[in-house]
């Protein structure tokens, strides 16, 4: 019972915002003498669902597409199995319906004041229009562009195989000893005869340094997992960093400097071609629709002569200094990445 009262209070507000959205569009065709019911044929068994002084407001075929967009919009009600109208327990369907009609109610009041009248909803309303038609062109572009867009199966697995080392299905662990020094010079010369010179096993020199020998148990390298081993931050870092045939590693925890040992691999699995095809494919689609839709967009600015003044916007400064200087000012830009952002203001500069 408390789980569907959290979920319903969660809902609450979603439906609210959503309800106005959906509602404020469509009052605006509404105020302006082209409302919905005009522009669709009435359909006679679409029944009405709410009547306002008597005059039908609400039929249950636009309630049913805005509960549809409000859950949808929704990711609560996803999380909770909650997909459809039909499926959403009753206090849910409730609110959907209650949020409607508070937007039809406001609607009323909105024509009672005359606000459709009023220079500000003019201006509002005209904006609105302009946004809408050029969104509805846009997504026109872009569906024709996506509807001849074709992907081969050849192409999916050149995806698979260029990008086979990233499909990590479970990264993999370590089982890890350390021994931790309150000297770094003392931390260096354990780590020296240990991983280098090979002097002594790791447990031997630890007890002639007379340190103890941390065993970190099993350390997950997947950063999304936080695991159930004591190994502090920079430790699972250090191992995470190790090569294949690497088992050692330094690390340093404020004054504490770690020297630790992998004593055993976990090796990662990835997902076989079967279990990405899908995905792949869907990758490769986006990626040549991209391509395809620049290319078009290059096009036409081709028989278009297009003037930007960017000094109306009043930006002086380099945007490619600026993220220089941002970066800079981190401590995570180095020299190398300095000159390719150089290169790339260069080649942006050359393009006009």
């Not at 319903?8 to 959503?18: I, K, L, P, T, Y």
């Not at 009323?108 to 309303?125: M, R």
Request: glycine residues 6%; hydrophobic residues 40%.
């Amino acid at each position: 019972m408390k789980k569907l009262l959290l979920l319903v209070a969660c809902a609450g507000a979603a439906f609210c915002f959503s309800g106005c959205k959906f509602s404020s569009l469509q009052d605006y065709f509404n105020s302006n003498g082209a409302s919905t019911q005009a522009q669709k044929p009435e359909n006679p068994n679409d029944p009405i669902l709410v009547k306002i002084d008597g005059k039908p407001v609400l039929r249950k075929e636009e309630f049913l597409e805005f509960a549809e967009q409000a859950m949808k919009a929704n990711p609560y009600l996803a999380s909770f199995g909650i997909t459809s109208f039909e499926s959403a327990p009753e206090p849910i369907r409730q609110q959907l319906l209650d949020a409607v009609v508070q937007q039809k109610l406001i609607a009323c009041w909105g024509q009672a004041q005359g606000i459709e009248n009023t220079a500000q909803y003019k201006e509002s309303y005209a904006k609105i229009i302009d946004q809408l038609k050029q969104a509805l062109v846009a997504q026109s572009f872009d569906k024709e562009i996506f509807d001849t867009v074709s992907v081969s199966e050849d192409e999916v697995i050149a995806k698979f195989d260029a990008d086979r080392d990233q499909m990590i299905k479970e990264p993999g662990s370590v089982k890890a000893v350390g021994v931790s020094f309150k000297s770094e010079e003392k931390a260096k010369v354990f780590y020296d005869l240990v991983a280098k010179k090979e002097e002594d096993t790791f447990a031997n020199l630890a007890k002639e340094s007379d340190v103890s020998v941390v065993d970190f148990g099993t350390i997950s390298l997947d950063p999304r997992k936080q695991g159930t081993d004591s190994a502090p931050m920079v430790v699972k870092r250090a191992l995470a960093a190790l090569g294949d045939k690497e088992y050692y590693a330094q690390a340093k925890d404020g004054d504490i400097f770690w020297v630790v040992q992998v004593i055993d691999r976990t090796k990662p699995t990835y997902f076989s071609f079967g279990e990405v095809q899908e995905q792949l494919g869907a990758m490769v689609k986006q990626e040549k629709f991209r391509a395809v839709r620049d290319a078009r967009i290059n096009e036409i600015r081709g028989k278009h002569t297009v003037d930007v003044d960017n000094s109306i916007l009043g930006s002086g400064q380099d945007p490619f200094a600026a993220l220089q200087q941002m970066l800079a000012a981190q401590g995570e830009l180095s020299p190398e990445f300095l000159e390719e952002l150089e290169t790339a203001a260069q080649d942006d500069e050359a393009q006009g």
